[in-house]
């Protein structure tokens, strides 16, 4: 167990629910490319360079929190200088679910990837790799009968991310029928995404990856201040190199929160009575067996209550966490109890532990990981 004398919460109440309803990255998209005109037709969360323009530039920067923005303002000047405000992010905090409700304009209980590894049809598969284990199974689970919903509202929006993404099953799941315009240097995004608007295009979605990428590797210091300021630079180069009058709307999918050595191991009697675990760390499902669900979510209760917001599967559906509507086959891929950090620590499962040690991890309801910029500017 976690020494708590050495733990600093992150905590400063109950879970923060996504607002679906206001300001969150799955309104964005409809906002964008439903009907009506931009000047006219667009919520009042959304900043006022993107109404004032008839072409944007979208960028996704994965991993930049509103929390971790504001203590590096100093490090990201471009970015702080754009006008903006925070908005939610979805439930659970982790990039598979938040990128596909962006690119859906849909919640995780409508377009139903409901995490990083989520049960279906009896196994675990992983989202963002499209494995059961260390097979891969993407004829067997097909990435648009997972996903049914077509992205970006059937238009074919250029999507300018990592040439090595294109071809994925997670891609095809979230963003298929899109175009391609896979990059190999980050450099390129500007480049491409300003191509892309001269030849016309009203609409141009960008994905970085680079902030999430150091986070999970170095964790936060000099490495993760060297990437911040990277990741200004890229949307520098944009401001620089886009046509005059594009606006330009950068947001993220999660925030971070510094966990490190804060590895929690539950114990074999808090999990006697579970029979699969899926999610991730800091947002942790226990499948229960036939008749033990209450008998699991005491014995986490009782070891882990103090780390972590311990709550059913039916508590989840009722509050929205993944939003209003939970249809009961969406609601089959969740599992029983969740064990939903708020405090620095990640729960471990032999079955969730990749080639190194995550130093920050997401996935929970905390400030640090439910809000995300949503900062807006004109070229």
Same mark, same amino acid.
């Given at each position: $167990?976690?020494?708590?004398?050495?733990? %600093?919460? %992150?905590? =400063?109440?109950?879970?923060?629910?996504?607002?679906?309803?206001?300001?969150?990255?799955? =309104?964005?998209? &409809?906002?964008?490319?439903?009907?009506?005109? @931009?000047?006219?037709?667009?919520?009042?969360? $959304?900043?006022?360079?993107?109404?004032? *323009? #008839?072409?944007?530039?979208?960028?996704?920067?994965?991993?930049?929190?509103?929390?971790?923005?504001? #203590?590096?303002? /100093?490090?990201?000047?471009?970015?702080?200088?754009?006008?903006?405000?925070?908005?939610?992010?979805?439930? &659970?905090?982790?990039?598979?679910?938040?990128?596909?409700?962006?690119?859906? =304009?849909?919640? +995780?209980?409508?377009?139903?990837?409901?995490?990083?590894?989520?049960?279906?049809?009896?196994?675990?598969?992983?989202?963002?790799? @499209?494995?059961?284990?260390?097979?891969?199974?993407?004829?067997?689970? !097909?990435?648009?009968?997972?996903? +049914?919903?077509?992205?970006?509202?059937?238009?074919?929006?250029?999507?300018?991310? $990592?040439?090595?993404?294109?071809?994925? /099953?997670?891609?095809?799941?979230?963003?298929?029928?899109?175009?391609? $315009?896979? @990059? !190999?240097?980050?450099? *390129?995004?500007?480049?491409?995404? /300003?191509?892309?608007?001269?030849?016309?295009?009203?609409?141009?979605?960008?994905?970085?990856?680079?902030?999430?990428?150091?986070?999970?590797? !170095?964790?936060?210091?000099?490495?993760?201040?060297?990437?911040?300021?990277?990741?200004?630079?890229?949307? /520098?180069?944009?401001?620089?190199?886009? &046509? *005059?009058?594009?606006?330009?709307?950068?947001?993220?999918?999660?925030?971070?929160?510094?966990?490190?050595?804060?590895?929690?191991? &539950?114990?074999?009697?808090?999990?006697?009575?579970?029979?699969?675990?899926?999610?991730?760390?800091?947002?942790?499902?226990?499948?229960?067996?036939?008749?033990?669900?209450?008998?699991?979510?005491?014995?986490?209760?009782?070891?882990?209550?103090?780390?972590?917001?311990?709550?059913?599967?039916?508590?989840?559906?009722?509050?929205?966490?993944?939003?209003?509507?939970?249809?009961?086959?969406?609601?089959?891929?969740?599992?029983?109890?969740?064990?939903?950090?708020?405090?620095?620590?990640?729960?471990?499962?032999?079955?969730?532990?990749?080639?190194?040690?995550?130093?920050?991890?997401?996935?929970?309801?905390?400030?640090?990981?439910?809000?995300?910029?949503?900062?807006?500017?004109?070229?």
């Amino acid at each position: $167990m976690v020494d708590l004398r050495f733990v %600093t919460s %992150t905590c =400063g109440g109950g879970p923060i629910i996504p607002d679906y309803s206001g300001p969150n990255v799955r =309104g964005i998209i &409809p906002a964008l490319l439903g009907p009506g005109d @931009w000047a006219t037709s667009l919520p009042s969360w $959304m900043p006022d360079p993107v109404a004032d *323009s #008839e072409q944007c530039v979208m960028l996704v920067l994965d991993g930049l929190g509103w929390d971790q923005f504001q #203590e590096h303002r /100093a490090l990201m000047p471009t970015l702080a200088g754009l006008t903006g405000r925070s908005i939610h992010t979805v439930a &659970p905090t982790t990039t598979s679910t938040a990128l596909t409700s962006i690119t859906t =304009g849909l919640t +995780p209980g409508e377009h139903g990837i409901v995490g990083y590894r989520m049960v279906l049809n009896g196994d675990v598969l992983n989202i963002l790799r @499209w494995t059961v284990g260390d097979q891969q199974v993407r004829r067997s689970k !097909r990435p648009a009968e997972v996903q +049914p919903f077509v992205p970006f509202l059937g238009r074919a929006v250029p999507v300018v991310s $990592m040439s090595e993404l294109q071809n994925s /099953a997670f891609s095809e799941a979230h963003l298929r029928g899109a175009r391609q $315009m896979g @990059w !190999r240097a980050a450099s *390129s995004i500007a480049v491409t995404a /300003a191509e892309q608007v001269e030849h016309g295009e009203r609409f141009v979605y960008c994905y970085y990856g680079g902030i999430d990428k150091i986070a999970h590797e !170095r964790g936060f210091g000099p490495y993760y201040e060297a990437e911040l300021r990277a990741a200004d630079r890229l949307v /520098a180069d944009l401001l620089d190199l886009l &046509p *005059s009058g594009t606006s330009i709307l950068i947001t993220a999918d999660h925030g971070q929160v510094h966990v490190g050595e804060n590895i929690v191991r &539950p114990s074999t009697e808090m999990l006697r009575g579970v029979t699969l675990q899926s999610g991730e760390g800091r947002f942790r499902w226990l499948h229960a067996a036939a008749g033990a669900v209450a008998d699991v979510a005491q014995a986490a209760e009782d070891e882990v209550g103090a780390l972590a917001w311990v709550v059913t599967q039916e508590q989840v559906v009722d509050e929205g966490w993944f939003g209003p509507t939970v249809a009961p086959p969406i609601r089959s891929r969740l599992g029983d109890v969740a064990l939903v950090a708020h405090e620095p620590v990640s729960f471990h499962e032999d079955a969730d532990s990749g080639l190194y040690q995550l130093v920050c991890r997401h996935g929970s309801l905390t400030s640090a990981e439910v809000n995300v910029p949503l900062m807006a500017g004109t070229a």
